[in-house]
């Protein structure tokens, strides 16, 4: 626990004075951004629940997932500008707190570890719903979200579901 809250007050800290060089004109980030480094802080957070699985089965369903997320963020970068996709070469600070976050769950056994990859999922939810309504969003971008990566992220949480 010791360990889990030092790691998080390190990147709340943190997060005052980091300077994201992604940010568009008025120094936030982008939609298609926020969804890649989303994507990426996934990929984080399954390595590290990944660590502590012991069931064979959930391991296989939990790697699953994780290709998942590492396709998306492929995808992802796919429709971002070369500014975009070399900006988001590491998750940045949400990659620190997924990793922080379910490594702390991890203390607290499978359970918490689930239930922190579950809310990460539905989260990824709300951004892809939020990415479906911004105009800055081109419509074939919107089409995959809508026809893949949305579908695959609601599947995530009901696979995610029966682990608990």
Not at 137 to 148: F, G, H, P, V
């Amino acid at each position: 626990m010791k360990t889990f809250l030092t790691a998080l007050a390190l990147l709340l800290s943190a997060q005052g004075f980091s300077a994201d060089k992604a940010a568009t004109q008025n120094d936030r980030p982008s939609q298609l951004d926020d969804l890649i480094r989303g994507e990426m802080s996934a990929v984080k957070a399954y390595n590290t629940a990944l660590e502590k699985v012991k069931d064979k089965s959930e391991m296989k369903q939990l790697t699953t997932i994780r290709k998942d997320h590492m396709d998306a963020v492929a995808k992802l970068k796919s429709y971002a500008s070369k500014d975009v996709r070399e900006d988001t070469d590491t998750a940045g600070v949400w990659g620190v707190f997924a990793t922080a976050y379910t490594g702390g769950a991890k203390l607290f056994g499978n359970n918490a570890a689930v239930k922190a990859l579950k809310q990460g999922e539905e989260h990824g939810v709300n951004e892809y719903e939020e990415a479906l309504k911004d105009d800055n969003i081109n419509s074939e971008l919107k089409n995959t979200i809508r026809t893949q990566l949305l579908p695959k992220q609601q599947g995530h949480i009901k696979t995610i579901s029966t682990f608990m």
